[in-house]
């Protein structure tokens, strides 16, 4: 069993950066993926990336390449999704998700457990 948190949400204006956090805590957390995923109003969960169990090739929707940056360590139980050059369309709940995968993939119904998700908020 493995629970997540997530911190770090908030509110920003175009342009802004926010880091969010996913913590972890249970058995193994070093053995699962994790996905960071988003879902905005009226629209669908959207995988934004994620990384693999021992923190190596990092994957990102097209989205959202070349402004964002995931990683992990396992040590602290972490997982880290720093936003950069942020935009109105960046704003959603954001989740970070655990699942038993290599690599990391994007289908949400691979990930087991889920966080409660944090709120980032792109306005001017």
């Known amino acids: 069993q493995v629970q997540l948190v997530e911190s770090g949400g908030g509110s920003v204006p175009p342009g802004g950066s926010l880091r969010l956090s996913c913590t972890a805590s249970?058995?193994?957390?070093?053995?699962?993926?994790v996905g960071w995923f988003r879902q905005a109003p009226g629209k669908e969960r959207e995988f934004v990336g994620g990384?693999?169990?021992?923190?190596?090739?990092?994957k990102y929707t097209e989205s959202v390449k070349g402004r964002v940056i995931i990683s992990r360590d396992n040590a602290r139980n972490t997982v880290d999704l720093q936003m950069n050059s942020l935009k109105f369309e960046d704003t959603a709940t954001y989740y970070c998700?655990?699942?038993?995968?290599?690599?990391?993939?994007?289908?949400?119904?691979?990930?087991?457990?889920w966080g409660q998700g944090t709120q980032v908020t792109v306005s001017s």
């Open positions: 249970g058995r193994s957390f070093d053995s699962y993926a």
């Open positions: 998700a655990a699942g038993v995968m290599l690599p990391v993939r994007a289908d949400p119904s691979l990930y087991s457990y």
């Open positions: 990384i693999n169990y021992d923190g190596r090739n990092p």
